[in-house]
């Protein structure tokens, strides 16, 4: 069976520091692979999304960028946090088409 | 006007009863349909998947879809505490794009 693993869990960042964010698929070939961001109370925002090794789509342009270096690793990074990158940050699979996703564990990141 | 609507709640109802959740959708050529629970500080988990108009059941959980009107539900049935939670809809538009309401909260009371 197929299996998605996030990490780390928690994060407190300082503003301005790096951030790196961590997302692998298990049991599962070329998945089409999703970062998503949920603000406080808020709803599922799309930040990036990847068909295959090195084909990103940004959804939303802003601090952050993505990478695939693995068919089936994903990648969320920024070179400088802001405070208003904090949030629960989700990483989510499917095999494509008009399947559902299947989302990985979450990272509540906080920039103070 | 938003893609997926929902309404954010909190929507009340006691144990055991019927807790009835809805759904419209803009798009018409939206094809897969979805509902997904999340606990509170929890990522969301999928609980139901239609794709065709009509109802779907499994267990105390049935989907109703109705693409003339554009809008799915989910009912559940004999409700429980343990069903309290925040429920998405999300909705496949026609470049298979996955689009997510924001959310009803539902609370099931003693």
Same mark, same amino acid.
């Given at each position: 069976? =197929?299996?998605?693993? =996030?990490?780390?869990?928690? *994060?407190?960042?300082?503003?301005?520091?790096?951030?790196?964010? !961590?997302?692998?698929? !298990?049991?599962?070939?070329?998945?089409?692979?999703?970062?998503?961001?949920? &603000? &406080?109370?808020?709803?599922? =925002?799309?930040?990036?999304?990847?068909?295959?090794?090195? =084909?990103?789509?940004? !959804?939303?342009?802003?601090?952050?960028? &993505?990478?695939?270096?693995?068919?089936?690793?994903?990648?969320?990074?920024?070179?400088?946090?802001?405070?208003?990158?904090?949030?629960?940050? *989700?990483?989510?699979?499917?095999?494509?088409?008009?399947?559902? *996703?299947?989302?990985?564990?979450?990272?509540?990141?906080?920039?103070? | 006007?938003?893609? #997926?609507?929902?309404?954010?709640?909190?929507? +009340? #109802?006691?144990?055991?009863?019927?807790?009835?959740?809805?759904?419209?959708?803009?798009?018409?050529?939206?094809? +897969? @349909? @979805?509902?997904?629970?999340?606990?509170?500080?929890?990522?969301?988990?999928?609980?139901?998947?239609?794709?065709?108009?009509?109802?779907?059941?499994?267990?105390? @959980?049935?989907?109703?879809?109705?693409?003339?009107?554009?809008?799915?539900?989910?009912?559940?049935?004999? +409700?429980?505490?343990?069903?309290?939670?925040?429920?998405?809809?999300?909705?496949?538009?026609?470049? +298979?794009?996955?689009? @997510?309401?924001?959310?009803?909260?539902?609370? #099931?009371?003693?």
């Amino acid at each position: 069976s =197929q299996t998605i693993h =996030q990490w780390p869990a928690t *994060l407190v960042q300082p503003v301005g520091s790096p951030l790196s964010l !961590e997302c692998t698929v !298990e049991g599962t070939s070329n998945p089409n692979l999703y970062w998503y961001r949920q &603000a &406080a109370g808020r709803g599922l =925002q799309l930040l990036f999304y990847s068909v295959g090794i090195g =084909q990103i789509s940004s !959804e939303v342009p802003q601090n952050l960028s &993505a990478s695939r270096p693995q068919d089936r690793q994903f990648i969320l990074s920024s070179k400088k946090l802001l405070l208003s990158d904090s949030g629960f940050y *989700l990483c989510a699979w499917n095999p494509g088409g008009d399947s559902p *996703l299947h989302f990985g564990n979450g990272t509540r990141l906080t920039v103070t | 006007q938003k893609e #997926v609507e929902q309404n954010s709640g909190p929507l +009340s #109802v006691p144990e055991g009863a019927i807790a009835s959740l809805n759904c419209t959708y803009s798009d018409r050529g939206s094809q +897969s @349909f @979805f509902w997904y629970r999340q606990y509170s500080g929890k990522s969301p988990e999928l609980i139901m998947s239609i794709y065709s108009n009509g109802d779907k059941e499994d267990g105390r @959980f049935t989907a109703q879809l109705n693409k003339a009107s554009q809008y799915v539900s989910l009912l559940i049935r004999d +409700s429980q505490p343990s069903d309290s939670a925040t429920y998405l809809c999300a909705v496949t538009g026609t470049a +298979s794009k996955l689009t @997510f309401g924001t959310g009803t909260r539902l609370q #099931v009371t003693l």
